[in-house]
């Protein structure tokens, strides 16, 4: 069988874009490597819990939020929502002061001028770059020719200079970028872009699933299988054929061969280029692009199953800190200093059940079990992750005393896991990293040299559920046309 579309992973990016071609009528078909979809959304059993990968929270999904309309279109606003305390979603403690950010701009200013009085100008000039960089969050597929010289400003500006232009107060710029761990903290690269749009949604409104992140693998799933699109697990993509400058076929381990129209790619850009053998399109010049990009650090996970009745659910998300140094805690070293604190809303009463702590860990302290792979990495292995376990449990028994009796299992995951799941070159968490030095070679467009093939996901512009959605809308309408994917845009 021959299909419009063929699509190379089910992770975010995959599934939405599979599901918006599906519902323009267009027979398409998902191929993942993994023997369950979702990449970084999926949840996997353990103890009798399911439990999450890389969704913990997500912005801009409340009416008039910038994830509103997609998350409508893509019959994700149905799922069981829970909107988190607005009075302070994300609460960010350095040393030993709990600082909060509220929901809005009036009160995330009005809050933090009550700790910071003296930067209450900074904060409101804040707020406006926050805003006016949401208002254009798709200008990239406007219908009309339109140059956004103010977002792309934003691309080539620090984010770490802006904080350090806006402020006096160091310890403000550490509450400010104490929430950040949802995005890498790096210095001399960060634009003010991608800051920009990762903290924004999440003012505008911060929800978390009352459930886990296979709530929206199979929501999306289950809307392509209607449309009948397919999704096949344990295909892992080896080959991307290409006939006379166009790709025809994509080639899997197994031995099945899938023909296509269009191509579009959700592995990360390293290994999509690694998958095209043989081209007269795509020229050495851009696989050395793709291939030289650095990524972003990954992540060390620990996922708590909590004895019953031992916590009670707390609404927020809190990030702990032993002292201001959010930009550089991850590097340092010594014990864990800095990590995300977050616990699965209960379906059912105000127990907790399930709590994730999470914390960098740049490749550099995991590379010497490079050459390992998934339940054969050895006792040293296992003994760095119950350390760090352990160092995570103590600081976040900074803000839950006690923490540590109330674990009845707990399960850690390093980046050397998420690499050997999806593939993405050093377990990175959020893709290819942006430069502000140099953003037309570190932002990725979705076009490629050969015409019929796409790229999609987090390594494009920018990652988590807002950037892989806003990239799927840029990739799809390469396809269906930019007016087509605005009006998903502007779904009501
Ligand atoms: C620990 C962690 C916590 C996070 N927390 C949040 C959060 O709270 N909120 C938020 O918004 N974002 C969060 N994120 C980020 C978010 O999860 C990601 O940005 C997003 O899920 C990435 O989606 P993607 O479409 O780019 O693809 P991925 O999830 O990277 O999926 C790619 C898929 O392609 C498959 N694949 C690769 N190669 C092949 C091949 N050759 N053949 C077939 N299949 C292939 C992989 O197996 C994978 O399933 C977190 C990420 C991590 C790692």
């Given at each position: 069988?021959?299909?419009?579309?063929?699509?190379?992973?089910?992770?975010?990016?995959?599934?939405?874009?599979?599901?918006?071609?599906?519902?323009?009528?267009?027979?398409?078909?998902?191929?993942?490597?993994?023997?369950?979809?979702?990449?970084?959304?999926?949840?996997?059993?353990?103890?009798?819990?399911?439990?999450?990968?890389?969704?913990?929270?997500?912005?801009?999904?409340?009416?008039?939020?910038?994830?509103?309309?997609?998350?409508?279109?893509?019959?994700?606003?149905?799922?069981?929502?829970?909107?988190?305390?607005?009075?302070?979603?994300?609460?960010?403690?350095?040393?030993?002061?709990?600082?909060?950010?509220?929901?809005?701009?009036?009160?995330?200013?009005?809050?933090?001028?009550?700790?910071?009085?003296?930067?209450?100008?900074?904060?409101?000039?804040?707020?406006?770059?926050?805003?006016?960089?949401?208002?254009?969050?798709?200008?990239?597929?406007?219908?009309?020719?339109?140059?956004?010289?103010?977002?792309?400003?934003?691309?080539?500006?620090?984010?770490?200079?802006?904080?350090?232009?806006?402020?006096?107060?160091?310890?403000?710029?550490?509450?400010?970028?104490?929430?950040?761990?949802?995005?890498?903290?790096?210095?001399?690269?960060?634009?003010?872009?991608?800051?920009?749009?990762?903290?924004?949604?999440?003012?505008?409104?911060?929800?978390?699933?009352?459930?886990?992140?296979?709530?929206?693998?199979?929501?999306?799933?289950?809307?392509?299988?209607?449309?009948?699109?397919?999704?096949?697990?344990?295909?892992?993509?080896?080959?991307?054929?290409?006939?006379?400058?166009?790709?025809?076929?994509?080639?899997?381990?197994?031995?099945?061969?899938?023909?296509?129209?269009?191509?579009?790619?959700?592995?990360?850009?390293?290994?999509?280029?690694?998958?095209?053998?043989?081209?007269?399109?795509?020229?050495?010049?851009?696989?050395?692009?793709?291939?030289?990009?650095?990524?972003?650090?990954?992540?060390?996970?620990?996922?708590?199953?909590?004895?019953?009745?031992?916590?009670?659910?707390?609404?927020?998300?809190?990030?702990?800190?032993?002292?201001?140094?959010?930009?550089?805690?991850?590097?340092?070293?010594?014990?864990?200093?800095?990590?995300?604190?977050?616990?699965?809303?209960?379906?059912?009463?105000?127990?907790?059940?399930?709590?994730?702590?999470?914390?960098?860990?740049?490749?550099?302290?995991?590379?010497?079990?490079?050459?390992?792979?998934?339940?054969?990495?050895?006792?040293?292995?296992?003994?760095?992750?119950?350390?760090?376990?352990?160092?995570?449990?103590?600081?976040?028994?900074?803000?839950?005393?006690?923490?540590?009796?109330?674990?009845?299992?707990?399960?850690?995951?390093?980046?050397?896991?998420?690499?050997?799941?999806?593939?993405?070159?050093?377990?990175?968490?959020?893709?290819?990293?942006?430069?502000?030095?140099?953003?037309?070679?570190?932002?990725?467009?979705?076009?490629?040299?050969?015409?019929?093939?796409?790229?999609?996901?987090?390594?494009?512009?920018?990652?988590?559920?807002?950037?892989?959605?806003?990239?799927?809308?840029?990739?799809?309408?390469?396809?269906?046309?930019?007016?087509?994917?605005?009006?998903?845009?502007q779904t009501k």
């Open positions: 069988m021959k299909y419009d579309v063929i699509i190379v992973g089910s992770g975010l990016g995959g599934l939405q874009c599979g599901l918006i071609l599906a519902r323009r009528g267009m027979k398409v078909v998902i191929l993942e490597r993994q023997l369950q979809p979702g990449g970084c959304m999926q949840s996997f059993r353990r103890h009798g819990e399911l439990l999450d990968t890389g969704m913990h929270y997500v912005g801009g999904i409340g009416e008039g939020g910038c994830l509103y309309a997609p998350f409508k279109y893509l019959g994700l606003m149905d799922l069981p929502w829970q909107h988190l305390d607005p009075t302070g979603f994300d609460r960010v403690t350095i040393g030993d002061r709990t600082f909060k950010y509220a929901e809005g701009a009036e009160a995330f200013i009005e809050t933090l001028s009550q700790d910071f009085p003296q930067e209450r100008k900074g904060l409101e000039k804040y707020c406006n770059i926050m805003n006016e960089v949401c208002d254009h969050l798709y200008d990239a597929i406007l219908p009309r020719d339109e140059v956004d010289f103010f977002t792309q400003s934003l691309f080539a500006s620090s984010t770490y200079d802006f904080l350090h232009e806006t402020f006096n107060d160091e310890l403000l710029i550490n509450v400010l970028s104490g929430s950040s761990l949802k995005m890498e903290l790096a210095k001399d690269t960060l634009p003010l872009y991608n800051f920009a749009q990762g903290n924004n949604s999440f003012i505008q409104g911060s929800y978390r699933l009352r459930g886990d992140g296979n709530l929206i693998v199979n929501r999306l799933m289950d809307q392509i299988k209607a449309m009948g699109g397919e999704i096949v697990c344990n295909s892992e993509v080896e080959e991307l054929v290409e006939k006379d400058g166009r790709l025809v076929a994509a080639r899997c381990k197994n031995g099945e061969v899938y023909e296509g129209t269009w191509f579009i790619s959700n592995a990360h850009p390293a290994v999509t280029v690694g998958l095209v053998k043989e081209s007269t399109k795509m020229k050495k010049v851009y696989r050395n692009r793709i291939l030289r990009l650095e990524n972003t650090y990954g992540m060390f996970t620990t996922s708590l199953i909590l004895k019953p009745g031992s916590l009670k659910y707390f609404n927020w998300n809190q990030y702990i800190y032993m002292k201001p140094n959010v930009w550089t805690y991850f590097n340092e070293e010594g014990p864990v200093q800095g990590c995300l604190v977050s616990c699965r809303c209960p379906i059912e009463g105000d127990d907790a059940r399930i709590l994730d702590i999470l914390t960098p860990l740049p490749w550099e302290k995991i590379s010497q079990w490079e050459n390992t792979t998934v339940g054969r990495r050895g006792e040293d292995y296992k003994a760095m992750k119950e350390r760090l376990y352990n160092e995570c449990i103590a600081l976040a028994e900074r803000f839950i005393p006690g923490l540590h009796n109330m674990v009845e299992a707990h399960y850690s995951s390093t980046p050397l896991t998420y690499r050997d799941y999806t593939l993405t070159p050093n377990g990175s968490c959020y893709g290819v990293r942006k430069d502000y030095h140099n953003p037309m070679m570190t932002l990725l467009s979705a076009k490629t040299p050969i015409p019929n093939l796409l790229l999609t996901g987090q390594s494009l512009t920018l990652h988590g559920l807002l950037g892989v959605t806003m990239t799927s809308l840029f990739t799809v309408a390469e396809i269906i046309g930019k007016q087509a994917a605005w009006e998903i845009t």
